[in-house]
């Protein structure tokens, strides 16, 4: 602003209302700013002049795996990045863990009777659907941050996705040489936990009406050794990666091994389609609500693979792309110190009952 005519400034009024402003409002309120900034940056500090120490309290599902070294760093190149497992270091931990089936069967307890820095974190950790959850509510206003597949928690692990190729390694000249050969079995599906009232297997019963569907597992007696999955449904023009719990964002290796690493194209059952837009590449999958009818699905199955150029775009993406599968729960952890950043200083899950079990659009067997 221009100083319009007035030789001393400080005899305008309007310079009084600014330094009366200045002083009344801007002085406080850049004081607790500073206070609010400082305050922030020494919770954080840690983060950037030593290492974060995440602490697993217990080990999911009993198993404990080594920590040896800078775990975090040697195997997955993480760095500044402490995993432990001993309770002796709870003081000092950031961030403690907690895999809720443990404590769910009470097996486990949450140590309530330890005085909690004020910095430190408590983390809920489950890779389950909310049907295997059971009750929550003893686990309301007490966890700070969440860990699981869903992509709104605070730490997202995936069952999951896909990276980009490191070098290709193929020669192919189109995507056809990305499809497995020798396919026979039209349609695909291994289950080992039949249910007839599930979602899944009213689709199963009523699409095999009109396409035959190769069934492996517990139901038909016909159990695939684990080195004979993914040979056999590579075999398959399609896998029926159908989810047996449908809920927001549960999208597991039934999708991501069984068919894309095996080279099935998958039909699936589970979220809505798009959670699985979300992380998976386009025109890679079919959805089972893209169709009026499953009679409707299965004249398009029989009819794609008669187009072989068509089928093959299914395919598109392994030229450019490959399947990561997360399956050790070090990698999980670790990946906690590359996603701590992101995350706001203070938060508490109120109603961790609530946030679980967000279902999603059930799906209507037609
Ligand atoms: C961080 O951890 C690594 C490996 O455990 C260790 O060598 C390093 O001294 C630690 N750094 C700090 C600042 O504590
Ligand atoms: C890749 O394919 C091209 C053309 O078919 C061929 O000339 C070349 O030798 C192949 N490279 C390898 C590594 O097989
Ligand atoms: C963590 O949650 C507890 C409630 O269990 C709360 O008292 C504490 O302030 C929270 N801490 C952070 C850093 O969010």
Redesign the pocket.
Known sequence: MTNNGSVLPWGSPSFCFRLFFFVTCLVPLLYFLSMYEWGLYS?RLHIVTGNLTILLWHWPFGPSYSLEGDVCWDRYRIPGCRLVDQRSLYPSADLVVFHHRELMTGQERLPFHLP?A?????VWLSLESPDNNGDLKPFN?????TMSYRRDADFTIPYGKLVPKDRDTGNYSSTQGYIPKNKSPLACWVVSHYNPQQKRSLVYNSLRKSIKVEVYGQLEGRVLAPTNLLPTISRCYFYLAFENSISKDYITEKLWRNAYQAGAVPVVLGPPPDDYMAVAPPNSFIHIEDFPSTTELGNYLSQLILDEERYAGYFAWRRSHQVKLYTDWRERLCSICSQYHIL??????RDLEAWVRVYCCPLVAK
């Open positions: 919770d909690r004020r910095h430190q974190t408590w206003n007490v966890f700070n941050w706001p200083a203070q938060k508490v899950y």
